[in-house]
Nanobody, 121 residues
Framework: QVQLVESGGGLVQPGGSLRLSCVASGSISGINVMGWYRQAPGKQRELVATITSGNTAAYADSLKGRFTISRDWAKNTVYLQMNNLKPEDTAVYYC???????????????WGRGTQVTVSS
């Protein structure tokens, strides 16, 4: 099994910054993609950003360049740098890891328990 543990959340003022971290452990071989999702109260979980094993990043259009995802594969860690935070960014942020098996045309997703980010004045 794969375990994901997020950290770095907290309460910040609008316009502030946070950096989230996610450390993977367990049976982590073959992980192809890692990413971040978020879920606000009463809303569906939504994609924030993903990064591939080749270090190619992709972002939700609504973020407009405020967030940056990065990774350190040697440390089995993925980061999310969040700048110019807005109240609408308030949510629980979840780390995700995906293993693709091309031979069987299947994928397996793993999730952390989440870290709370609150943006408020």
């Amino acid at each position: 099994q794969v375990q994901l543990v997020e950290s770095g959340g907290g309460l910040v003022q609008p316009g502030g910054s946070l950096r989230l971290s996610c450390v993977a452990s367990g049976s982590i071989s073959g992980i192809n993609v890692m990413g971040w999702y978020r879920q606000a109260p009463g809303k569906q979980r939504e994609l924030v950003a993903t990064i591939t094993s080749g270090n190619t990043a992709a972002y939700a259009d609504s973020l407009k360049g405020r967030f940056t995802i990065s990774r350190d594969w040697a440390k089995n860690t993925v980061y999310l740098q969040m700048n110019n935070l807005k109240p609408e960014d308030t949510a629980v942020y979840y780390c995700n890891a995906t293993r693709h098996n091309l031979a069987t045309r299947t994928r397996t997703d793993y999730w952390g328990r989440g870290t709370q980010v609150t943006v408020s004045s």
